[in-house]
């Protein structure tokens, strides 16, 4: 079982930065593919940013690639998601979630919520302009 407690989020202005956190509790994390989703009230889920179980291969949608980025320290068993230069779109709770990396491959796999078994509980972002 694997347990995901995210952090870090909060309320900032338009052009500020926050860097979220997520602790797993889980052995062997070092194994599993790790991403963030988001959801802002009234809207689907939606892919923000993922990370291989290596660290070697990282994925981010369209909206936040280049203010963006994920990055995992395994001897921490915790992924950030650094975002700067925060727009109000980007008002969202940011959720993260883990799948074992053998069960995704490619851009796509990763972008698909269906792929991930573990989620956490959310962190609220909010920026106003």
């Known amino acids: 079982q694997v347990q995901l407690v995210e952090s870090g989020g909060g309320l900032v202005q338009a052009g500020d930065s926050l860097r979220l956190s997520c602790a797993a509790s889980?052995?062997?994390?070092?194994?599993?593919?790790l991403g963030w989703f988001r959801q802002a009230p009234g809207k689907e889920r939606e892919f923000v940013a993922a990370?291989?179980?290596?660290?070697?291969?990282?994925y981010y949608s369209d909206s936040v690639k280049g203010r963006f980025t994920i990055s995992r320290d395994n001897a921490k068993n915790t992924v950030y998601l650094q975002l700067n230069s925060l727009k109000p779109e980007d008002t969202a709770v940011y959720y993260c979630a883990a799948c074992l990396g053998t069960k995704v491959y490619g851009r796509e796999a990763y972008m698909h919520y269906d792929a991930y078994d573990y989620w956490g509980q959310g962190t609220q972002v909010t920026v106003s302009s």
């Open positions: 889980v052995r062997r994390f070092s194994s599993y593919a």
């Open positions: 990370i291989s179980w290596s660290g070697a291969n990282t």
